[in-house]
C-alpha cells in the first residue's frame, strides 16, 4: 500500500484550547495546558501513525500582538507552522467575538486557499444558539472546507474532525516513526510540564514571567536525577514562587514530579531551584538559553 501523510497546524487566539485538542487528537499528554493566556510558547509536534497514514499535528502560540521579544519569538513560530502545514484547524471560543489577529489571520488563510477546518472549541460550556450565531456569521465571511463544534476536554467531536482531515491525505513517505508521538526532546518535556504546574499555581503576572531551565537530568539505578531551575523576573515572584516555608515549590514539585513518573515511565527525584533573571523576555542570551531561539 502506498504511505500517505498531512501536516495539521493547530492555530487561533490564546486559551481556546488549541493544545487540550492537540492532546485530544494524539491521545497523549503533548502540549501542556493551563487557564492562563500564551501558555504555549513554542511549535509543538504531535504524531498520530495508522497503518499507512501518518497525521503530523502542530500546536502553536495563541494569536496576538507580541509586547516583548518573547513575543515576537512565538509569533515567528506560527509564521513557520503556517509555511509548513497543508491544512489548518482554526481553532475558536465561540462565547468571545473574534479579534483583530483572528480576523486577519482568516483573510490570509481564505487568500491562500490552504484546506481549512474551523473548529468550535467548548461547546460543553457554550450556549447552543451562540454557537449556532456564530457559525452563521463566521460562515457568511469566510469559506471553510468544514465548521465543526467539539469538546477538546471531553472529546465530544473529535471523531468528526478524523473524518475530515482523512480526506486531507496526500500520497507521501511518513516523516516520523510509527512509534514516535511527539518531536520534543524530554528535557523539554521536563520542563514544560514544571511550567505548567507553575502556571496553574501563580496568578496576575508571574505566569507570563516564568521559564524552566533543566540544569541536570541523569539516570541511576532506574532513578531519574532532575535538578530544574525556576526563573522569574522580579524578586517579590521568587517570594510567591517559594512560598511560606517553601510550601508553594514544594507543590509545584510534586505535582510535576507525579506528571512526570507517568511520562516517563521511572522514578524521579526532582530538586526544583528559583531564580531571578530581570527582564529576561526582552534579552535575547536569555531567550535563547531558555529555548525560545529563533529556529523553533
Ligand atoms: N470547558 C472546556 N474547557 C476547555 C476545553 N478545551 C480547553 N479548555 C480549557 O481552556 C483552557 C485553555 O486551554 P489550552 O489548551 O491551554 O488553550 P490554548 O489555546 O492552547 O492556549 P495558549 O497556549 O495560551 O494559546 C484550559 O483551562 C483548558 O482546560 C473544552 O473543550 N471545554
Ligand atoms: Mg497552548
Redesign the pocket.
Known amino acids: 500500500m502506498e504511505t500517505k501523510s498531512v501536516f495539521l497546524m493547530i492555530t487561533?487566539?490564546?486559551?481556546?484550547?488549541?493544545?487540550?485538542?492537540l492532546n485530544a487528537l494524539v491521545g497523549e499528554k503533548v502540549?501542556?495546558?493551563?487557564?492562563?493566556?500564551?501558555?504555549?510558547r513554542n511549535r509543538i509536534t504531535g504524531i498520530v501513525t495508522d497503518g499507512d497514514d501518518q497525521y503530523v499535528f502542530i500546536?502553536t502560540?495563541?494569536l496576538h500582538k507580541p509586547k516583548n521579544l518573547l513575543g515576537e519569538y512565538m509569533m515567528k513560530a506560527v509564521g513557520s507552522a503556517s509555511a509548513d502545514a497543508d491544512a489548518v484547524l482554526f481553532?475558536v471560543d465561540a462565547s468571545v467575538p473574534l479579534n483583530q489577529a483572528e480576523k486577519q489571520a482568516l483573510q490570509s488563510y481564505s487568500e491562500s486557499g490552504i484546506k481549512r477546518i474551523l473548529v468550535i472549541?467548548?461547546?460543553?460550556?457554550t450556549d447552543k444558539s451562540a454557537i449556532l450565531k456564530y457559525i452563521a456569521e463566521l460562515s457568511s465571511k469566510y469559506d471553510f472546507d468544514s465548521v465543526i463544534p467539539?469538546?477538546?476536554?471531553?472529546g465530544d467531536g473529535i471523531t468528526i474532525i478524523w473524518d475530515e482531515i482523512k480526506k486531507f491525505l496526500v500520497p507521501s513517505p511518513h516523516f516520523f516513526p510509527a512509534d514516535q508521538y511527539t518531536d520534543q526532546p524530554e528535557k523539554r518535556i521536563v520542563s514544560e510540564v514544571i511550567r505548567e504546574k507553575a502556571l496553574r499555581l501563580t496568578e496576575d503576572e508571574i505566569p507570563h514571567g516564568i521559564a524552566v531551565g533543566i540544569e541536570e537530568f541523569k539516570e541511576r539505578k532506574g532513578v531519574i536525577l532532575l535538578r530544574a531551575e525556576l526563573y522569574v523576573e522580579k524578586q517579590a515572584h521568587k517570594k510567591i514562587i517559594i512560598g511560606k516555608d517553601g510550601a508553594m515549590l514544594k507543590k509545584i514539585g510534586t505535582y510535576a514530579r507525579e506528571d512526570l513518573e507517568k511520562i516517563l515511565g521511572a522514578r524521579i527525584y526532582l530538586d526544583l531551584w528559583v531564580k531571578v533573571k530581570e527582564n529576561w523576555r526582552d534579552r535575547p542570551t536569555y531567550l535563547n538559553s531558555f529555548g525560545y531561539a529563533d529556529k523553533p
Open positions: 487561533g487566539r490564546p486559551n481556546v484550547g488549541k493544545s487540550t485538542l502540549a501542556i495546558v493551563s487557564n492562563k493566556p500564551q501558555t504555549t500546536d502560540p495563541g481553532t472549541n467548548k461547546v460543553d460550556i467539539v469538546s477538546a476536554l471531553t
